[in-house]
């Protein structure tokens, strides 16, 4: 079963523009991971954030997490086409079993 | 290191075949864990081995098992197939003691006609 979902389902923007991509979760964690998958490909690890931090930076992304609302966001700066893919936000893993994703929003960045 | 590798990369089978698909994880990850991803569902658990054993298992029918080896290289089979396992099949392997982060492979796209 789905964990949560993330908002907007599909996002359109301008090279160079931010995008900022927003998960909801229903239960407790230790941390949240986001994915990205390119069309029809296997995903890849972007960044993980624990419960206990608030913000979390690598490279051009920023996630941040409110536990106590249970939602996270990435925001992706100066986006380049290189970076239309799915993104994916992940719970659990670890000591806390498999790893529930959400539904993922598709961006399309365009040149 | 080599990533994670599946294969095969793409598959037709007709319904009531059965198929299997294999995985192998990066060198030194002793957990593999599969998902099943289809525009509908999105992605989905399958199951979770380590040390050959099945630690965890999702929702699916029995016709889906899995194995692995003492090499901790997967398997997993799918028999009696049905149009609605038409899927992304995509194989993840981590390391112990890491705190939930996978590594995934390129993924088997199965297609049942």
């Known amino acids: 079963s789905q964990q949560g979902e993330e908002d907007p389902q599909a996002l359109s923007i301008q090279e160079g523009e931010n995008a900022t991509m927003n998960c909801s979760y229903k239960t407790s964690i230790n941390n949240l991971q986001w994915y990205r998958q390119n069309s029809g490909r296997g995903l890849v690890h972007l960044i993980l954030?624990?419960?206990?931090?608030r913000e979390k930076h690598s490279g051009r992304l920023r996630v941040t997490l409110d536990t106590s609302k249970k939602s996270s966001s990435l925001l992706i700066t100066a986006s380049r086409a290189a970076d239309t893919a799915s993104y994916f936000c992940a719970t659990g893993g670890g000591s806390q079993g498999n790893l529930i994703f959400g539904k993922g929003t598709k961006l399309s960045v365009k040149p | 290191k080599a990533g994670v590798t599946q294969t095969p990369r793409y598959l037709i089978k007709t319904r009531g075949q059965q198929v299997t698909l294999s995985c192998s994880p990066i060198s030194g990850h002793r957990s593999v864990s599969w998902y099943q991803q289809t525009p509908g569902q999105g992605l989905q658990f399958l199951f979770e081995?380590?040390?050959?054993?099945?630690?965890n298992k999702g929702n699916f029918p029995g016709r889906f098992s899995g194995r692995q080896f003492s090499n901790s290289r997967s398997e997993m089979n799918v028999s009696t197939l049905e149009l609605g396992d038409s899927a992304l099949y995509l194989c993840?392997?981590?390391?112990?003691?890491?705190?939930?982060?996978?590594?995934f492979g390129p993924g088997t796209r199965l297609t049942v006609t």
């Open positions: 081995y380590f040390s050959e054993t099945q630690r």
């Open positions: 993840a392997s981590s390391l112990v003691g890491d705190p939930g982060k996978q590594y």
């Open positions: 954030i624990r419960s206990n931090e």
